[in-house]
């Protein structure tokens, strides 16, 4: 009873950043100092607490992302996390609480923290059990009067951030290298938008480079940057005060970079301007572009109308990536598919034995009124982790040709596979045939 006792005394006793999970978390968005001032006042607020618990509660799930709706009209708030990019409901939290943990997040973040209203994005950092986390927040008023809270946690040792382990066949992945390693060209970074995977292809494919030997700078707006990648530079503009990336160029280009990459490239005046810069100071470029497949991305940029023939010339590749679910290996199911669905795969018949799928809960031996048992890898989810399916396509003649003279979706598609060029269903149906994944998830990722 006297422990009990000690043991409430001691936590009365602790400052607000003392109590919860052992999180570290860092404020940023402003000056060093202002950033300091920040988190001093965080430190002091209850709302710390539950920051700290939602970030130690995601890495326990394995969650990229959180989300929550706050309304005045429900004391309670819904939460949800996206594990392996798909969502899964939590255990609702309370109004106030919530409203504490927002508070607090923006803080560190240099946001507004009365503004509810309009949209704001912020970042601020956490470390947890010796990893080191960017933390993308978003937050924007909804119809209701309430605001929607997304934060994004980022973790740069994933595996699934590096270029090898993140989907590229080991053939690809040499001839993706000897690519980047030339003297000059455009690179073409894409991915399907809205958390279609943009962020881990871009990051993986500046790792892939070789950025030890040469100087690496990428040009971001100032409300949209991409966690860092070791050992290339980050330069910000401010689109919101009016600061265009062509600007920044200008003075950045005297500092005789050789390589540069542009996460956005949204005006024929820049994609124009880089394509000169190519030429002229004979450097390399890399552009990022959301689109669904390799073909889409290249029209995504021709249809800025910049100089076709420049464009055309200077492109080198374009890898586009999409995001799958892995299957746990330790539950999954193995079964031997119908004939009918290995010819709709276009798997030759013989070829393939066994196919996997994600375990599911009638697949579970119990007796009647007995719990079904999860897995304790995977939570019984069916799947832990995720792979890229990755295509490369690399720009020939005729393809250069068709961009100049007949710019169109199903003559670029047309040329690349008959170059030989692996679709990203070619490449998804090899993992299929690998275990790696399922025909579920695959028809998820590419639909």
Not at 142 to 164: A, D, F, H, Q, Y
Not at 195 to 207: Q, R, V, Y
Not at 306 to 320: E, G, T
Request: net charge neutral.
């Amino acid at each position: 009873m006297f422990g009990r006792k000690k043991r409430k005394q001691q936590d009365e006793d602790l400052s607000p950043h003392e109590m919860g999970p052992p999180v570290e978390l860092s404020a940023r968005g402003a000056e060093d100092e202002k950033n300091t001032q920040h988190l001093l006042r965080a430190r002091q607020n209850m709302g710390i607490v539950t920051v700290k618990e939602v970030i130690a509660d995601m890495t326990a799930h394995h969650a990229d992302r959180v989300m929550l709706d706050l309304s005045p009209q429900s004391q309670s708030v819904a939460i949800r996390y996206d594990i392996d990019g798909a969502w899964h409901s939590q255990e609702p939290k309370e109004l106030q609480t919530a409203v504490g943990m927002l508070g607090v997040m923006k803080l560190i973040s240099n946001l507004d923290v009365k503004d509810n209203r309009s949209r704001q994005n912020g970042q601020f950092g956490a470390e947890y059990q010796n990893v080191k986390y960017d933390c993308k927040l978003n937050t924007q008023g909804t119809e209701n009067g309430g605001v929607r809270l997304v934060l994004e946690l980022w973790n740069s040792k994933n595996e699934i951030n590096r270029p090898g382990p993140m989907g590229m066949r080991e053939e690809m992945l040499e001839r993706y290298k000897e690519l980047v390693g030339a003297d000059s060209g455009l690179f073409i970074v894409s991915a399907p938008p809205n958390h279609g995977g943009f962020t881990t292809t871009w990051i993986s494919a500046l790792g892939g480079t070789d950025r030890y030997m040469r100087d690496f700078v990428a040009v971001y707006d100032k409300q949209k940057i991409e966690p860092e990648v070791e050992n290339i530079d980050n330069v910000t503009y401010d689109l919101a005060e009016g600061e265009t990336p062509e600007q920044v160029l200008t003075k950045l280009m005297l500092k005789q970079p050789e390589v540069l990459a542009f996460p956005e490239v949204k005006s024929a005046d820049l994609l124009n301007e880089l394509l000169d810069l190519i030429v002229e100071d004979n450097i390399c470029v890399f552009a990022g572009v959301r689109s669904k497949d390799a073909a889409e991305a290249l029209l995504r940029l021709m249809q800025l109308k910049p100089d076709a023939q420049k464009f055309a010339q200077h492109i080198s590749f374009v890898l586009n990536t999409r995001l799958v679910r892995r299957l746990c290996g330790a539950c999954k199911q193995g079964f031997q598919p119908p004939q009918q669905l290995l010819q709709k795969l276009g798997i030759p018949a013989g070829r393939v034995s066994v196919l996997h799928r994600e375990w599911r809960p009638e697949d579970a031996e119990t007796k009647k009124g007995q719990d079904v048992e999860k897995c304790e890898k995977c939570a019984g989810l069916g799947y832990k982790g995720r792979i890229a399916i990755c295509e490369l396509l690399v720009i020939n003649d005729e393809i250069r040709e068709a961009l100049v003279k007949q710019p169109q979706l199903d003559v670029i598609r047309k040329l690349a596979r008959k170059s030989g060029h692996a679709t990203l269903q070619q490449e998804g149906i090899l993992l299929l045939t690998q275990g790696v994944t399922s025909v579920n998830e695959l028809q998820r990722a590419l639909k």
